[in-house]
């Protein structure tokens, strides 16, 4: 079946450091990819997503670009902020026939960022 | 539009209590998820629906219920509450097939915690 490994945090950092969460995945079909995130006492947001090979999705700062080669999705920021302190999730959607678009997602990575 | 809403925010319940829980969504979409979301696990899908009137398992749906009467609905009830059910959960809805882009992306409520003593 379908499986998303994202590397366990917690991930702390100072502001402005660069950031890489590693997501890797197993699917049977073509699936699209997603990463998500979720503030603290909120639901979860899509960040950015992508939906075929060596396409880059992008926003707020962050990029993830999708690598059919190594089947990996690692998000990246830069230079991150206090305020992107939160769970991030990554998640794949199996398009093959009868998949319904359900999302598997991984474990999520907590990230914390100081000033 | 307010997207996803989800009703109540926060339940106590005592074991053998059953329950509730309510899912709306105001972007016209076919497709609705239910998932419960445990420290160190993700997100787990519960049941999900591909349309009014229709209901399907999901990874984890023992012990639950689903309805999807109308489009703008889901509910999830819990018959039997056990403590293996104190959780967070997190309804979502996506354009489906009647969507053309981003017909995949889910879009999130707000979560309701579940204590279930």
């Known amino acids: 079946g379908d499986s998303v490994t994202q590397m366990e945090g917690p991930v702390t950092l100072s502001e402005e450091a660069f950031l890489t969460i590693n997501c890797t995945y197993t699917?049977?079909?073509?699936?699209?990819l997603f990463w998500y995130v979720q503030y603290p006492g909120e639901g979860l947001q899509l960040l950015l997503k992508?939906?075929?090979?060596?396409d880059k999705g992008s926003n707020k700062g962050f990029e993830a670009t999708y690598r059919k080669e190594t089947t990996s999705f690692h998000l990246e920021k830069g230079s991150v902020q206090v305020s992107d302190s939160a769970v991030y999730f990554c998640a794949l959607s199996d398009r093959s026939g009868g998949s319904n678009y359900k999302l598997t997602f991984g474990k999520g990575t907590l990230l914390t960022v100081n000033p | 539009n307010a997207g996803v809403t989800q009703t109540p925010k926060f339940r106590v319940l005592k074991t053998g209590q059953s329950m509730t829980l309510l899912c709306a969504q105001d972007m016209n979409h076919e497709y609705m998820y239910w998932y419960r979301q445990d420290p160190g696990m993700g997100l787990r899908l519960i049941h999900y629906?591909?349309?009014?009137?229709?209901?399907a398992k999901g990874e984890v749906p023992d012990g639950y219920n689903v309805s999807r009467l109308k489009k703008q609905n889901f509910l999830l009830g819990l018959e039997s509450a056990a403590p293996s059910q104190t959780s967070v959960y997190f309804c979502?809805?996506?354009?489906?097939?009647?969507?053309?882009?981003?017909?995949?992306?889910?879009?999130f409520g707000p979560g309701t915690r579940l204590l279930v003593l």
């Open positions: 699917a049977t079909g073509y699936p699209s």
């Open positions: 979502a809805s996506s354009p489906g097939t009647s969507g053309n882009l981003g017909r995949e992306t889910q879009y």
């Open positions: 629906s591909v349309g009014e009137g229709t209901t």
């Open positions: 992508a939906t075929k090979a060596d």
